[in-house]
């Protein structure tokens, strides 16, 4: 009993030292033991093609007429035996295909002695080569950051769809997208003053510069008073565009076999000929052009007769594209490049150059469509479209159709 008394007594004793012991340590730690870190600011490295502009001497220039690579570094102690180095890697850039007017940029160590340690050649706006200098050479191609904005366009034509795209602020491009997609049902040498197009698209934007039309995905084009609409559509894992009855404007036939030209002298049955200086018939359509335009084929088929006719077609191409139809090219300069007797032809596809071969006062295309063997006004056929919506599709496509349509039915209201 005394014995647990005093061992009662002992851990009471204990106890009270622990808790005074436990009160006297200071709640808070002194100010002095904790230091809060000093905040460095890191100023952020200025990288231009990947490369720290900051820890180089910069110097740009454009390349000069008839300038190349080696003429370019001459003054930066770089040797033949470099440039033939770098000539060697053709696979990844080949220095021959740098052109007077791109920009390039020098980049030389900041030693008492610079050395040149990188040659940049910008290729296009937005891609460009990397030649590294020093300890080795190496070459590698890069791609400056760009953004895609989605945009909507709208304009009038008063005197071409070129023009009307710069009167209106308008990538110029935009006028080759637009006539691509309506190849087959506008003809874009007979736009008249007044025609109107509305366009939903993307473009992409290298700082605040276009650097082209990214994909255009839906547009109306109102030509002579008549609503040509196009919509974008994946089918079949195919992107294509159809209007909006859903059949595709992807035709059997071009509407035009040359971009950007004008009709001279349409088809007639009694014309006044230039050189013969009679009246007969004028079985096609001329398309006045400037000599060594590009003609493409306006389907597919095969080159039926190729040849020259002294007192008449000049030069000229007649291609066979079903059991009913066959085309005629004649008055070419040239022939497409290894195009012979037999060989099968897509649409689009080269054929040959306008010149004035032949039976010719000047440069033009004299263009002819045949049906059964007969000629026909080339200006009104009407070919028949392909790949249509699909049924499977069909619910999909209306969806969309409905809200494509109002959306540039909208914006032709308020452009009005």
């Known amino acids: 009993m005394k014995k647990d008394i005093l061992i009662s007594i002992g851990i009471t004793s204990i106890t009270l030292v622990l808790l005074f012991y436990f009160q006297s340590i200071p709640k808070t730690i002194p100010t002095h033991v904790i230091q ?6 890191v100023k952020p490295v200025a990288l231009e093609y990947n490369i720290a502009v900051d820890s180089f001497l910069v110097i740009g220039g454009k ?21 033939d180095q770098i000539s060697k890697q053709s696979g990844v850039f080949d220095v021959k295909q740098i052109r007077a007017g791109n920009k390039y940029k020098l980049f030389l160590t900041k030693d008492s002695v610079p050395e040149l340690a990188f040659f940049v050649y910008e290729h296009t706006l937005t891609d460009f080569v990397v030649i590294k200098l020093i300890d080795s050479i190496e070459m590698k191609l890069g791609v400056k950051p760009t953004v895609v904005e989605k945009k909507m366009a709208s304009g009038t034509i008063h005197s071409n769809l070129w023009d009307a795209m710069i009167q209106n602020n308008i990538n110029p491009m935009m006028s080759i997208e637009l006539s691509e997609i309506y ?26 510069i276009s650097v082209g039309i990214e994909f255009i995905h839906s547009a109306l084009f109102v030509h002579q008073k008549k609503d ?57 359509v001329d398309y006045a052009a400037a000599e060594g335009t590009s003609v493409f084929s306006i389907g597919d088929g095969f080159v039926a007769q190729k040849g020259y006719q002294q007192n008449g077609a000049g030069n000229y191409v007649k291609i066979k594209h079903n059991s009913v139809y066959t085309t005629q090219y004649s008055h070419l300069k040239a022939f497409a490049n290894g195009l012979k007797n037999g060989d099968r032809v897509t649409q689009g596809q080269l054929i040959g150059y306008v010149g004035k071969t032949g039976l010719a006062t000047g440069p033009h295309l004299d263009f002819r469509f045949y049906k059964n063997g007969e000629p026909v006004d080339p200006l009104k056929v009407e070919a028949p479209s392909v790949e249509p919506i699909s049924e499977s599709n069909r619910a999909v496509y209306d969806s969309l159709k409905i809200e494509t349509i109002k959306l540039l039915d909208q914006q032709r209201s308020n452009y009005r």
């Not at 809060?36 to 600011?41: H, I, T």
């Not at 002298?265 to 009246?279: C, D, M, Q, T």
């Open 36 to 41: 809060e870190p000093e905040l460095v600011m």
């Open 63 to 83: 390349v000069k007429r008839d300038q190349n690579l080696s003429q370019m570094l001459a003054n930066y102690k770089v040797s033949s035996q470099t440039i």
């Open 183 to 208: 190849a087959w049902s506008i003809d874009f040498f007979g736009l008249q003053k007044g025609d109107q197009f509305f366009v939903v698209y993307e473009e992409r934007f290298l700082d605040s």
């Open 228 to 284: 040509f609409y196009a919509i974008s559509f994946n089918q079949n894992n195919q992107s294509s565009y159809f209007d909006e009855e859903g059949n595709s404007l992807r035709r059997a036939f071009l509407k035009s076999p040359l971009k950007f030209s004008h009709i001279s002298s349409r088809f007639s049955k009694n014309r006044f000929h230039p050189v013969l200086k009679i009246f007969r018939a004028h079985s096609g």
